[in-house]
């Protein structure tokens, strides 16, 4: 343990008089930790608030001072703030956690102490931190180590709460540390340093555990954040242990937060999918934490581990994948990479540091960068991607396997040295200073990375092994705390065992097991003990070496174990299985066995039992035990596995549901009696004091809960552990559910066959305490077995003291505990005890190993030293063991599985051979009797069917080999379809898009060829547009026209006319029509015809007026200019060209001539049209000469074939050679490589085959592969056949040779021809010669043509193919031009997007302005209104007084009262207006000086005076009022006119400023088309010229530079020669022309003024016209309107036409009510008859009734005493019958009276009635049915 200063910090730095009072404060603080206030409370859960205050926090700071200050201050009611002194420490003894003893066990506190810590948390975010030069500091576990670099030594802090550390961070001065705990409530502790005393100690930061802190620049404050639930962020004033501010930080992890090393009033704080920019802000409630939340916009969310705050505010951070981010204003703003597109790391960048103007970012891919901070901070976007690419100044790549995640900075004699974290399991010393002299990075230690998986002690000194995923075995030595060796491997290790001493007597021997199944048996010795060559010298303290290496398993092993007499060893296995080896010099396989589950630890019996037994603990509750197995016994001929060996299983059952309700019902029983107990008592009590107790209040009793049911979980609970007691009987240790107790279990000697279905039950269990969700890992014990060791999933470690050397409830009530490892993740892997029992060794999954001394001091085991075992003899010279290094290698079983069979296809391979032969023999007998049977004579030899011996063998062969065709078929159905499919992509891919490929069409005398164009299909959206918006054109141009046309014929059409031509066509589809029809339509027609008379006036009038506006609107203006004369300027202008250069600087692009990327894409897409239709043409052609050249092929070989029949004939002297055959070159027919047939695909197979075959050959034995897919492929029927001998061939040739020497017995000699025959044979030659000859020069004509098509068509090519490098040239420099404008589109954009707001905004502005003029108007005219309102009323009020009226000053004066006030406001308010109307100033003056008169004298205007005319002052009154509201208008309407002419103003003002900025963006518009020009200017275009083109020559030579050449095309040159004649010719033509147009002029003017006065005078006599007839001037055009009103005429043909359907309607009428009176009489004919028949039907019952009653008084007797039923029917039918013709009757009394009405609802009303007389006339039915019935 580290010496700290004991009791001496209130002496030494408080007064004496305080020191108890201090230290009793701080036991006090520890004791009851302040809690946290309501307020506080209420912060934390609206801690989403961003903003938030210390409020709330100030109850917490009262509670921390009240735990602080004496115990006499705190009963003092005065709350004082007291200061913490600068001088006051805690106590380290009375804050640090301590061991867990159960009381009175008397177990010593010391029982375990920690000596050293060999691991390392590698993975751990910021575990590593430099106090100084020599002190490197880090967490392990529950302890803070302090490592001294020089002397290897390390110190050690605890944790307070013994929950664990989150982190450390130290203060910028280096003497203060801060280590934030976790656990429930957790502190956060400032440290001194060196002296490692507690300063401070901070209190309610955090619920669970602190994550991270960071001291400000200043060090003043501390700001802390804490894991989930909370994530709270807090800032601290450390020194007084308060907190000032407190948020919540974010919702999920947070990993970091910061302080800005240059604005303190900054934080960041960074995590999972997050980053948060926070200021501390004074507001007027106080200071408050703000933050903003950084948003990623387009840029992946990423988790952000490590960034930077810059001077300016700004943060850099990095990325999952590598890149930097620049954060600004809480966006990003730019994000870094490298050169082409490259990340700045590849992998996460997880520490950027801002160090000496240099950025340093450290990333996992183990590369540390340097960047110019200048370069990163003036960083901006480039384009919309927003990346920008930046190239580190220095970089350093610290090593291969190398993850590096933080580093710290120290001075070392004056020169920066920096410590890095690797988390590969690594700390490094770097130099960073990039010079010549920079010192190479050195790996100072070495440690796991990650868990450790198993640890394993040497049975004979102080050797620890350990293993892990990160593929290593490490050798350390305890007793020096230092690692000796280290071997690595291609897999992770995943269980180790160190060999027994009766195994290796030297203890040097170590059994490991790997995730792929490989164990690996390796030996650790001592170099030094080897022979040592000269020159050499071995310096290593311990080498490991592989010694042997073997795979029992498939998968990861996880156990192993030897036996207790050193003979066998076994390995289990996630695969299930247990393998056992005979342990020799070499490890030999002796079998293996099948469990039921993943095998989870193995152990072997102990000594003091009888038999050796291997007890195996499944993952999944399976317990077996196994005897050992002897080799001898076991017959590994075909397999390893072991069948016959005897198995004791035992699955576990659930009990600790019952175990549950035991203690429940112990509970309520216990609970039962004390109240029975206290009840009985209470009688007792009420006997004594007199009282009686009835029976109710004895009997009332509660109702008890039910009991729980009984649980089993679904799924088994796992084994973690377990170990032998006694023979058969063995303790488990299970997790989950089944947690918290030991389990003692027993084998059964009954065998189940089903394992999965049995169920075994402990027969005791020891409760653990505090282990219901902290279970028990790993046990071990001592030698001696008087210690149980325990290995917690928290990390802890308990030890339980066995006085029995046996487990029981009271040994395990007593235990010592001690958290030593992370409680969240250091769950204890391994425990073991050093051989001798002194150190206790543990290792956990956070990649910590302890050790401890075992109730020894340190200074005991000062003379202890670790003996390294010596190598053994010949060790030298043995060969290097062969390793597994393939993780998919065969396992044992598997290679012995492979042999096997391997054997049994050898033997079947032979098998086969052997039948091979036989058949190949019975094949040659038979070839010999078919041999035989056709040398006989034709009579006597067999049919081929006679060999047949049954014809049904043949058929079932058929119908096999049929199945079997169809069988491959199915099997090769779904790879067929797979290919196929992958076909058809393919072709889609790559032939589909092709339109043309190469085809190469060669000459067939001569090495000419052509070929053609390989075109990839174009896409038709090119022509699509193209037709499309010309089609769109041409039908909007028809459309247009076919609308105008309608327009104009509807226009010349008058409106009434198209009415009454409707209603023409409606008359006219009547045939039979009345008077009254005709003589309306006469009517009709006679208006009508007025109608087009007046309309062709009408027409006149507008056709003369059109035409007089046409001629006014053809008259010239004075500014008239001829469209001729401006269509030649504009033309003149257009084809002088323009003499300012494009590289000029006053040169402006014209409208038209402006170029942007879509007229240049579109300049593109139109070029590449034009290419691929010319390249398309050439091809066509190109194929249809390869079609020629197959056409000629064809007939060439029909030629040569009649040629081979015509030379048959004659002799081989006259034959002349025969003309080759051309044949089709390969690249003719590209085509043809994409068909394939039998043949093909049957090449390509062997092929193939030949290739597999090969493969096989070199990998190994053709079975191999075979045996690993599990099947064998069966030989084809073909390759059977290739197998049969080649003696059956030949023996088939010779039968065939000997049936052609027959045939030739038989031939007959010729006869001798005669003349006339040789006469005939000799026409016959001189027309074969002939013939001969003419098809040899035919197919020589055919040959020479098709060459000469071939020379003309490859000269057509040769020059399309200079047009197409020149168009190819010009798509380069437009496709150039492009990217350029490509570039400037966005600029440009901007700017028209600018042109067009500012247009839009000038076109409202304008609009505003012209409809504000129009108001102004309006509000003039109506003040104008209003003054002649004014005027008209005085000028009306002079005339009512008359002449002479003595009463009119009076009157005058009443009329002008109350006017003065009213003018005085107008005046004032229209002082600051500066447009008055001149009008309205003087009618205004002249009335105000008559009101200034008025007003000057008082009076009463409520009396009339005497004398005065009564109505006359009651006028002036009336006139008053109406002058009053006059004015009154008047001035709003001044008013409105003023604020009108206000707003004008404005707008006036806004438009020239929007003028003055368009004028300005249209200037930037134009000078960017210029720059825009100028970059176009800047591109370089090919020009191709040969030499007799260039005519550009300085002193008759051609110079050697061509910048100021011109490049002309040769038309263009002659066209510019030419045009200077012309030129000259046209000026003196329009010389001429103007003279001849100044003569026309004058005559013009001349015959203009005759005609002025011509039209003078005709005018004058048409006036005197018109006066002489009318009497006036006459408007003749509103003469005519007038003349004929046909509006009257038409409302006259209206009435008619009303009157005549009115009159029809009421004949209509009149024929309805004539029906309906018919219809009436006849169903009253009806109903009186009916009423006849009811009448008689009413007298027949009355002579039944009668007769029935005689009958009654006759007969007598029972059977005619009652009522007979059918009487009783008969009655009742009879009455329906009654009611049904009253019911008839009514109705009809009811349409009567309907038909007599003549309204208009007659209808409605019969149809009601006769649905009423249709439901009436059904009712009745029913009766008589019922009667029927």
Not at 583 to 602: H, N, S, T, W
Not at 956 to 963: G, S
Not at 1200 to 1207: A, F, G, T
Request: with cysteine; hydrophobic share 35%; proline share 4%.
């Amino acid at each position: 343990m580290p010496s700290f200063v004991k009791g001496q910090e209130g002496a030494d730095e408080k007064p004496a008089e305080g020191a108890q009072a201090d230290h009793s404060g701080v036991q006090e603080s520890k004791i009851s930790l302040p809690k946290e206030s309501p307020t506080a409370e209420e912060e934390e859960e609206e801690v989403e608030q961003v903003e938030s205050d210390n409020e709330g926090v100030e109850g917490d700071l009262e509670d921390q001072n009240s735990g602080e200050v004496p115990l006499k201050a705190q009963k003092t009611p005065e709350k004082v703030e007291r200061k913490i002194s600068e001088t006051f420490f805690y106590n380290y003894e009375d804050i640090c956690s301590q061991p867990f003893i159960t009381e009175d066990s008397g177990i010593p506190i010391n029982l375990l102490t920690l000596k050293h810590s060999l691991g390392y948390e590698c993975t751990r975010s910021v575990n590593l931190l430099l106090m100084d030069s020599q002190t490197l500091m880090y967490i392990a576990g529950n302890q803070v180590v302090l490592l001294d670099l020089k002397t290897k030594s390390q110190s050690y802090i605890r944790s307070s709460s013994g929950g664990g550390i989150g982190f450390i961070t130290a203060h910028p001065t280096r003497q203060y540390f801060a280590v934030g705990e976790k656990g429930k409530k957790p502190n956060l502790i400032i440290y001194h340093f060196p002296s490692l005393r507690p300063y401070r100690i901070l209190q309610g930061g955090t619920e669970e555990a602190y994550v991270f802190g960071d001291f400000n620049h200043a060090g003043t404050l501390l700001a802390s954040v804490g894991s989930s639930p909370d994530y709270m962020l807090t800032i601290w004033d450390w020194k007084q242990e308060k907190i000032m501010l407190r948020s919540k930080a974010f919702s999920q992890d947070v990993y970091k937060v910061t302080f800005s090393a240059d604005n303190e009033q900054q934080l960041t704080t960074a995590g999972a999918g997050h980053i948060r920019f926070w200021k501390m802000a004074l507001t007027f409630t106080g200071l408050k934490l703000q933050g903003a939340l950084g948003r990623f916009g387009k840029t992946a969310v990423t988790d952000i581990i490590g960034y930077v705050e810059l001077p300016d505010g700004r943060v850099i951070s990095g990325t999952e994948w590598g890149n930097l981010l620049l954060w600004e204003g809480g966006l990003i703003k730019v994000e870094l990479c490298r050169a082409g597109r490259k990340p700045c790391h590849s992998g996460p960048v997880s520490q950027l540091v801002l160090d000496e103007g240099e950025l340093f970012t450290v990333g996992k891919d183990g590369s540390i960068r340097v960047w110019n901070f200048e370069t990163i901070d003036a960083a901006d976007s480039v384009d919309d991607t927003g990346l920008l690419e930046v190239e580190p100044m220095n970089e350093l790549r610290v090593g291969r396997n190398v993850s590096l995640s933080f580093m710290s900075k120290v001075d070392e004699s004056g020169q920066p040295v920096w410590y890095a974290q690797d988390t590969n399991g690594a700390i490094w010393k770097l130099d960073l200073t990039f010079s010549n002299v920079s010192r190479d990075p050195e790996c100072l230690y070495t440690f796991h990375s990650g868990g450790i998986e198993a640890l394993s002690v040497s049975p004979v000194t102080y050797l620890l092994a350990t293993t892990a995923l990160d593929r290593s075995v490490r050798i350390y030595d305890f007793i020096s705390n230092s690692q000796l060796s280290e071997i690595k491997f291609k897999q992770g290790g995943t269980a180790l065992l160190w060999a027994p001493r009766v195994v290796n007597p030297k203890g040097g021997l170590i059994a490991v097991g790997f995730e792929d199944g490989v164990v690996r048996i390796i030996e650790v010795y001592d170099p030094k003990g080897l022979p040592v060559l000269a020159g050499q010298t071995n310096t290593e303290n311990a080498k490991i070496n592989l010694k042997q290496a073997f795979k029992p398993h498939s998968a990861a092993v996880t156990a192993l174990a030897y036996e207790r007499n050193g003979d066998v060893l076994a390995t289990g296995s996630k695969d299930k299985t247990v393998f056992f080896f005979a342990v020799e010099d070499e490890y030999k396989p002796i079998g293996f066995i099948c469990v039921p589950g993943p095998v989870r630890a193995l152990q072997w019996s102990p000594p003091s039992h009888v038999n050796s037994m291997l007890l195996i603990l499944c993952e999944n509750g399976f317990a077996l035990q196994v005897p050992a197995p002897l080799p001898e016994e076991k017959d590994t001929m075909s397999t390893y596995q072991i069948k016959n060996l005897p198995i004791q299983c035992f699955h576990f059952c659930s009990i600790k549901s019952q175990i549950k309700l035991k203690e429940e019902i112990a509970l309520r029983e216990k609970k039962k009696q004390e109240e029975e107990k206290a009840k009985l008592e209470w009688i007792k009590q009420q006997q004594e004091m007199g009282k009686e107790v009835e029976e109710e209040e004895l009997e009332e009793e509660p109702e008890e809960e039910p009991l729980p049911p009984l649980y089993i979980p679904e799924e088994p609970s796992p084994i973690l552990c377990g170990f032998y007691s006694t023979p058969g009987k063995f303790w488990l240790s299970l997790g989950g559910y089944d947690s918290g107790f030991l389990y003692h279990c027993e084998f059964s000697n009954d065998h189940q066959e089903d394992l999965e279905n049995r169920e075994d039950k402990p027969f005791e269990v020891i409760p653990i305490e505090d282990t219901d969700n902290n279970p028990v890992h790993q046990i071990s014990f001592c030698t001696s077995r008087l210690l149980m060791f325990c290995g917690m999933q928290n990390g802890a470690l308990r030890v339980y003291p066995l006085q029995d050397k046996d487990l029981s409830v009271h040994t395990m009530k007593e235990y010592w505990s001690f958290n030593v490892h992370d409680n969240d993740y250091g769950q204890i892997q391994g425990i073991c005890c050093s051989y001798d029992d002194r150190f206790l060794i543990t290792c956990g999954r956070d990649g910590n190993i302890f050790t401890f001394n075992i109730l020894s001091s340190e200074d005991v085991h000062k003379e202890l030293k670790t003996k390294i075992p010596s190598p053994r003899s010949g060790l030298e010279k043995e060969k290097a063991a062969e390793d597994i290094e393939d993780p998919n290698a065969y396992n044992i079983e598997e290679v012995k599985q492979k042999t096997e069979y391997e054997r049994i296809m050898k033997e079947a391979e032979e098998k086969k051979t052997k039948k091979r032969k036989e058949l190949n023999a019975l094949r040659h007998e038979f070839l010999l009797l078919l041999q035989k049977n056709q040398e006989l004579p034709k009579h006597m030899q067999l049919h081929r069917d006679q060999f047949e011996m049954d014809h049904r063998i043949f058929e079932e062969l058929d119908r096999q080999t049929a199945q079997r065709i169809q069988l491959v078929q199915k099997e090769m159905a779904w790879e067929r379809e797979k290919h196929l499919l992958g076909l058809q992509k393919l072709q889609k891919q790559f032939r589909d898009s092709l339109e043309f490929d190469t085809v190469v069409v060669h000459a067939i005398q001569s090495n000419h060829q052509i070929s053609t164009y390989r075109l990839l299909a174009i896409s038709e959206k090119y022509y699509q547009d193209k037709e499309h918006s010309s089609w769109k054109r041409a039908v909007l141009k028809q459309s247009w026209k076919q609308t105008e046309e309608k327009e104009i014929v509807r226009g010349t059409r008058h409106p009434d006319a198209i009415i009454f031509e409707g209603e023409a066509k409606k008359l006219k589809t009547s045939e039979v029509q009345k008077r009254s029809i005709h003589y309306i339509e006469r009517k009709r027609e006679k208006i009508r015809r007025i109608v087009e008379k007046f309309d062709e006036v009408k027409a006149k009038i507008v056709k003369r007026k059109a035409e007089w506006d046409e001629l006014y609107q053809s008259k010239p203006r004075d500014v008239y200019q001829s469209p001729r004369d401006v269509e030649d300027t504009r033309e003149a202008q257009e084809n002088m060209g323009c003499y300012e250069l494009k590289a000029a600087t006053n040169y402006r692009v014209p409208e038209h001539k402006r170029m942007d990327a879509a007229k240049k894409m579109l300049q593109l897409t139109s070029l590449e049209v034009l290419i691929h239709k010319k390249k398309v043409n050439m091809n066509k052609e190109i194929l249809s000469l390869r079609d020629l050249k197959i056409s000629i092929i064809e007939e060439i070989k029909s030629l040569v074939q009649e040629l081979k029949s015509i030379q048959a004939t004659l002799d081989l002297s006259e034959r002349l050679p025969l003309p080759l055959i051309p044949q089709l070159h390969p690249d003719e027919v590209p085509e043809k490589k994409f068909e394939c047939d039998s043949d093909v695909l049957l090449k390509f197979k062997e092929e193939q085959e030949t290739k597999a075959k090969l493969q096989e050959q070199l990998e190994g034995s053709p079975s191999s592969s075979a045996f690993r897919h599990g099947f064998l492929h069966a030989p084809s029927v073909k390759q059977m056949e290739l197998r049969e001998p080649a003696t059956g061939v030949c023996s088939m040739k010779t039968a065939s040779s000997v049936v052609t020497e027959q045939q030739k017995v038989f031939e007959m000699e010729k006869a001798e021809p005669t003349e006339m025959e040789l006469e005939i044979l000799q026409k016959e030659k001189i027309k074969n010669l002939y013939l001969q000859e003419t098809l040899i020069k035919k197919i020589n004509t055919l040959v020479i043509n098709f060459d000469a098509e071939l020379c003309f068509l490859r000269h057509k090519k040769l020059k399309l193919d200079v047009q197409m490098k020149s168009a190819d040239l010009h798509y380069i420099t437009w496709y150039e031009e492009l990217l350029i404008l490509k570039k400037l589109e966005k600029h440009e954009k901007l700017l028209h997007e600018r042109v067009n707001t500012l247009i839009s905004e000038q076109e409202a502005l304008q609009s505003k302005l012209n409809s504000n003029l129009a108001q102004m108007k309006d509000r003039k005219c109506e003040i104008v209104k209003l003054q002649e309102c004014k005027k008209a009323l005085h000028a009306n009020f002079q005339a009512s007084l008359g002449e002479n009226n003595e009463f009119a000053d009076f009157l005058a004066k009443v009329l002008m009262k109350k006017i003065n006030c009213m003018e005085e406001k107008g005046v004032e308010r229209e002082e600051d207006e500066e447009d008055k109307d001149e009008e309205e100033d003087d009618e205004e003056s002249s009335l105000g000086s008559h009101e200034e008169n008025t007003e000057s004298e008082d009076f009463d205007d409520s009396v009339c005076p005497k004398n005065c005319n009564e109505a006359l002052f009651h006028n002036t009154i009336q006139l008053r009022q109406k002058w009053l509201d006059i004015e009154k208008a008047l001035t709003e309407e001044k008013k409105v006119a003023a604020k009108l002419r206000k707003q004008y103003k404005a707008l006036a003002k806004e438009a020239k400023e929007v003028e003055t900025c368009l004028n300005t963006t249209d200037r930037e518009l134009e000078t960017f088309q210029w720059e825009k020009q100028q970059r176009l200017n800047e591109l370089y275009v090919a020009v191709p010229l040969k030499l007799h083109q260039v005519e550009y020559l300085v002193d008759g030579e051609m110079p050697s530079d061509f910048s100021q050449a011109l490049v002309f095309t040769k038309q263009s040159l002659e066209y510019l020669q030419k045009r200077v004649v012309d030129l000259r010719n046209e000026k003196i033509m329009q010389r001429e022309i103007y003279k001849k147009a100044q003569e026309q002029h004058k005559q013009l003017v001349q015959d203009k003024k005759e005609m002025e006065i011509k039209i003078r005078r005709l005018e004058e006599k048409c006036k005197q016209l018109m006066m002489l007839k009318f009497g006036r001037l006459v408007d003749f055009e509103a003469v005519q309107e007038h003349s004929v009103n046909i509006r009257r005429e038409k409302l006259k043909v209206q009435i008619m036409e009303k009157e005549y359907e009115h009159s029809q309607e009421l004949k209509k009428w009149e024929e309805r009510i004539s029906e309906l009176q018919q219809q009436l009489m006849k169903l009253t004919k009806e109903n009186t008859s009916k009423l006849q028949q009811l009448n008689h039907f009413c007298q027949e019952k009355q002579q039944l009734e009668m007769k029935l009653a005689l009958l009654k008084n006759d007969l007598v007797g029972e059977e005619f005493q009652g009522i007979r039923t059918t009487d009783i029917k008969e009655k009742t039918k009879l009455e329906s019958q009654l009611k049904y013709l009253a019911r008839e009757s009514a109705f009809l009394r009811e349409e009567i009276n309907l038909l007599r009405r003549k309204d208009g609802s007659i209808r409605q009303e019969i149809a009601l009635l006769s649905r009423k007389n249709w439901q009436l006339f059904q009712q009745p039915s029913a009766p008589q049915d019922s009667a029927t019935n």
